[in-house]
């Protein structure tokens, strides 16, 4: 673990721009497969946890860069902190929009209750993981989602319609998002340990300092410009509040790539790959000017890998992903 992190650190850091980092799934034991499948368990975290125990003992062997972190979360729920209903799913639980638009909606609902079900409910599933996982792997707090990932969750699919009908209020409910996360993310690290003054995060890594995991949905299917107005300054507020974040990105957002790594406390990019979309390590050699020295995450298969390590033509400064 010790040696992983070190490495972790040195590249998220910009320290190891002339090496790469790989993290391996083993066929039949697919991360993406297991994490959808073990969803269907939600809300009930302890066997939740259970799922990753399991999950984490048959891959315990495997000696490649990634590290094994659980992640404490139900799903992707946001309305239900504000009186939502939520969805329960084969594939999680999703809570469900509380307005079809802003005009007129009442910004009031939008605080930090600790007091509310949903959110003790939240803290006990990470004290739970951070006491059961002792010894075992690390435990990682729920995703954040803010900015227009936020918005989406509290309107729905007509956020791309307030985006120009509303703007100011868009960018208002962007701000507590802000507000709102800052609090969630601080409430559940206090049951979260530290190692080696950083904190592991969802999708295998250790990020330095207070540095966290961040996600960019929405915006995928959004214009750079759109960005700029609606997504980088809030995204640097809670950057600079952290000291730094992992951004999270599907391969419908490549388009974005170079925006993103202007924003300032940018460490590090991931990007998922979709159906439909480009694949990111097909557009590597684009992603890697766009990013412009900041550390890749690229999904990848086996032969690829092992043809760009023989050719030497892996572009360096990546984490790559094999699948």
Known sequence: MDDVVIRHGKLWTQNFTDRILIKIDIEGLYFMDFYVDQMQYSPDYKKLFNCYKVYYEKTAELLDDSIPVARASLGSAVSNYFGGELSFTSQGVYSLPIASNLRGFDFSK???????????????????????????????ITE?????????????????????DNPQLVAKMIDKSVEFFIKYINDQRKYVERYRDGFFEMFFIWLPGNQIWNGVDVYGNCSPEIWRKFGKPYYEEIGKYFGGQFIHMHSNAIHLVKEVSNTKFITGISILD?????????????????ADGIPLQIMCT???LLSGMKDKTLKRNVYYWCT
Do not use: C
């Open 110 to 140: 939008i605080k930090y209750d600790p007091d509310n079900k949903w959110i003790k409910y939240q803290m006990e599933m990470v004290r739970y993981f951070a006491e059961n996982a002792r010894g075992l792997f690390p435990v990682s």
């Open 144 to 164: 954040v989602i803010m900015g227009l990932v936020f918005v989406d969750f509290i309107i729905g699919q007509n956020v791309y319609l307030e985006i120009y």
């Open 274 to 290: 979709d159906f439909n979309t480009p694949r990111g390590f097909d557009k590597l050699d684009e992603l890697h000017r766009d």
């Open 302 to 304: 086996k032969d690829e």
